[in-house]
């Protein structure tokens, strides 16, 4: 859990614990002679309303995510390994629903049954970030929800994944490997106005390369029509030598 301390800021605390919330009790004293009093819920609600930091919380847990919202979070993920977590945790809900697709799809794969799970726990949790989402005017309040990672070699599957998580709720920001392959599909998918997160990006030529195309097909450009020499060097040399996807 993250932790600020600023010589400038006496603090007085004291803590009860219910479950997992702690009270913490501060006092900010002001330039003038009033001492002003805030309550903060915990260290996480206390981080959020006094530090820059933008938290979003690794899950689309609902119990977590209302929690973290009360905290101060902003923003939320969702994946195949975070649906299954969700199943296991609250199976007593999710069998009904299960069951009712199976019979309304006698003739899906467990992967589309899968991946229908994952899309409804996302719509799920958008819909908490929607207040967070009008506040910020769109910047944050947002469920990041990633394509399948299957594709990560496969351009066009990422590209249609995409589009179709764009359409689940107006607060989805579609979560992209920044493989070969990947950052071809960010491209595309901003040119034709998504909102991407890039994932799996560790190194600095990938960082480039995406923000590179992200930029540039926000803007309106394919940049595979017209490169920016300011980035084009370093991310055509990790595109050609990248043996990851």
Not at 81 to 94: D, T
Not at 126 to 154: C, M, N, V
Request: with cysteine; hydrophobic share 40%.
């Amino acid at each position: 859990m993250a932790r600020t301390e600023s010589s400038s800021i006496p603090e007085r605390r004291s803590s009860s614990r219910v479950g997992d919330t702690c009270n913490v009790e501060t006092e900010l004293t002001a330039t003038d002679p009033a001492v002003a009093r805030v309550t903060f819920k915990s260290r996480l609600h206390q981080m959020t309303q006094t530090t820059p930091t933008m938290l979003w919380n690794d899950s689309a847990d609902i119990g977590e995510l209302i929690y973290a919202i009360e905290n101060g979070a902003v923003g939320a993920t969702c994946n195949p390994v975070i649906a299954v977590g969700i199943l296991k945790k609250e199976i007593a809900v999710w069998r009904p629903r299960i069951e009712a697709l199976l019979h309304d799809l006698p003739g899906a794969t467990e992967d589309r049954i899968g991946w229908t799970l994952v899309e409804e726990m996302s719509v799920r949790a958008a819909k908490l970030l929607e207040p967070a989402f009008a506040a910020h005017a769109g910047r944050d309040g947002r469920l990041s929800i990633q394509t399948d990672p299957r594709f990560f070699r496969d351009s066009e599957a990422i590209l249609e994944h995409a589009m179709r998580f764009s359409l689940l709720a107006p607060n989805v920001i579609v979560k992209i490997p920044a493989t070969r392959a990947g950052v071809v599909a960010i491209e595309e998918a901003t040119y034709r106005g998504l909102s991407v997160n890039a994932t799996v990006c560790f190194t600095l030529p990938q960082c480039i390369a995406v923000a590179g195309l992200s930029s540039e097909g926000s803007g309106g450009v394919r940049a595979r029509a017209r490169r920016s020499p300011r980035w084009a060097r370093s991310a055509r040399s990790w595109l050609a030598a990248s043996t990851t996807g």
